[in-house]
């Protein structure tokens, strides 16, 4: 299997990863080292008497390691492939050990019934669309699971009605008598938006707590997340009056997922070759990783994000690779602004890491008809008037410059500035690499800042930078 340097660092979960990874890819370091069709393997002398167990599931790629490292993937499994790469000679090609043999026997079960339980749960939600007369919501079609849905739904519009009178007493009283004692009746109402099963509203109460007292405008932005919170509430009063892809934003809204096997069954299909724009992984409370995939249809033009949570150090599925292109078919989650999508269906590659380069150019994936700024916020914009409780942008602005001025880093061109949301360490990495040049930024805007992900100079489909993973 041939592999590629940047496709085996674009997986490090931040630099450190890559370089200690790069430190241990001497085959001295490992006394075993094996490979197959299917699977990578050795055993990485470590500080203790008995060295690291490592094993890489090339179908994937997927990782295991007998280390104490919370990284995914950490620094053995990344200098297996490294090695791999650089010095292929050193890997014996023989039967896999039992360790080997039974972790990928344990993967492809559960790979095996997974994909038994989609199919049943696909099939059962294509049974169900067909059932459904026009207009006719799934749960009609399915009395127990009707009466369950209109009671969440009542306890969750009953509970919109308390944050509505809550609401209105945090503006009668004013912000200017607001302490630490008072917010803690911010988290009571969060609680009581969870009880009554709309944590999506609870964690919105607790985020608009967080900006007290963070910088001169906090007033400003706390009114503007009470003020999204007030809309939910009067929307959620009149739901039933609302389109369908309004309904479904506000169920996202709320915190009540959609079944992933209906979203594929029923959601709108769009296959394309797709750009990647920029791919991030962060960890959340209790050991949960998130990865988002911001993607661009080179045809369609149709822009895409894959969000992924995966626990206790399993990781993820699929290799998607900044400036590289994949062929796919998405379905689209439902909404008036569609832009979350699940993978349908996957025309991988011969080499899973060895990705076919992005076809449009930087300056292409820029939205708008001259590839300008204007093109970019216009999108913005529209998305933000169909569903304006988005909280992530994707963006791709072009000739910019990273500047730094007294209030902090900003990306400019021409006469536009736009701040941003950078490390010390990250943004000097960035002007370094540009070597002051305008380039081509692909991130993510929040509606105060944008976050750079992924840097292009020129028209070189190869990304200059990516930014280390959080």
Request: some cysteine.
């Amino acid at each position: 299997m041939s592999l590629t340097m940047e496709g085996v660092l674009a997986l490090a979960p931040d630099d450190a990863s890559a370089k200690a990874a790069r430190g241990l890819t001497s085959p001295a370091k490992w006394p075993l080292l094996g490979a197959s069709d299917a699977a990578l393997w050795g055993e990485c002398q470590g500080s203790g008497s008995k060295p690291y167990q490592t094993q890489v599931d090339l179908s994937g790629p997927a990782f295991k390691c007998s280390c104490p490292s919370r990284k995914f993937p950490c620094k053995h499994g990344l200098a297996l492939l490294l090695m791999r790469v650089q010095t292929a000679a050193s890997f014996t090609a023989t039967e896999a050990p039992a360790w080997v043999s039974e972790w990928l026997a344990s993967r492809n079960e559960r790979a095996e019934k997974k994909e038994e339980r989609d199919r049943d749960a696909t099939r059962r939600a294509e049974e169900r669309a067909a059932q459904r007369a026009p207009g006719e919501s799934d749960a009609a079609v399915d009395e127990p699971s009707s009466k369950r849905e209109a009671q969440r739904w009542q306890r969750i519009e009953t509970a919109a009605q308390e944050l509505q009178r809550w609401l209105g007493d945090q503006v009668t009283r004013g912000f200017g008598a607001l302490d630490a004692a008072a917010l803690q009746g911010w988290r009571t109402m969060a609680a009581r938006m969870v009880d009554a099963q709309a944590p999506g509203l609870g964690q919105r109460v607790l985020a608009a707590a967080e900006v007290w007292r963070e910088g001169a405008d906090w007033p400003e932005r706390m009114i503007l997340r009470l003020g999204l919170l007030q809309l939910a509430a009067e929307a959620l009063s009149r739901r039933e009056q609302l389109p369908g892809p309004v309904q479904a934003d506000l169920r996202t809204l709320c915190g009540w997922p959609l079944d992933q096997a209906d979203v594929l069954a029923s959601g709108e299909r769009v296959e394309d070759r797709w750009a990647v724009l920029a791919a991030v992984i962060e960890e959340r409370e209790g050991r949960l990783m998130e990865r988002r995939v911001w993607l661009q249809g080179e045809r369609t033009g149709r822009r895409a994000w894959l969000l992924e949570h995966a626990h206790g150090g399993k990781g993820f599925n699929g290799l998607w690779v900044p400036g590289s292109g994949v062929a796919a078919t998405l379905a689209f989650y439902p909404g008036a602004s569609p832009l979350r999508a699940l993978v349908q269906q996957r025309q991988e590659e011969a080499d899973v890491l060895s990705l076919q380069p992005m076809g449009l150019t930087p300056t292409q994936l820029v939205l708008g008809a001259e590839g300008g700024w204007a093109g970019e916020w216009q999108a913005v914009a529209d998305r933000i008037a169909a569903h304006p409780f988005v909280q992530l942008h994707p963006m791709v602005l072009a000739d910019a410059t990273v500047v730094m001025t007294d209030a902090g880093p900003f990306l400019q061109s021409g006469q536009q500035c736009l701040p941003l949301a950078l490390g010390e360490q990250e943004r000097w990495l960035l002007m370094a690499t540009s070597g002051g040049h305008p380039l081509t930024v692909a991130g993510e805007w929040d509606g105060e800042r944008l976050r750079p992900l992924t840097a292009w100079a020129g028209a070189e489909r190869a990304p200059l930078w990516i930014r280390s993973q959080a």
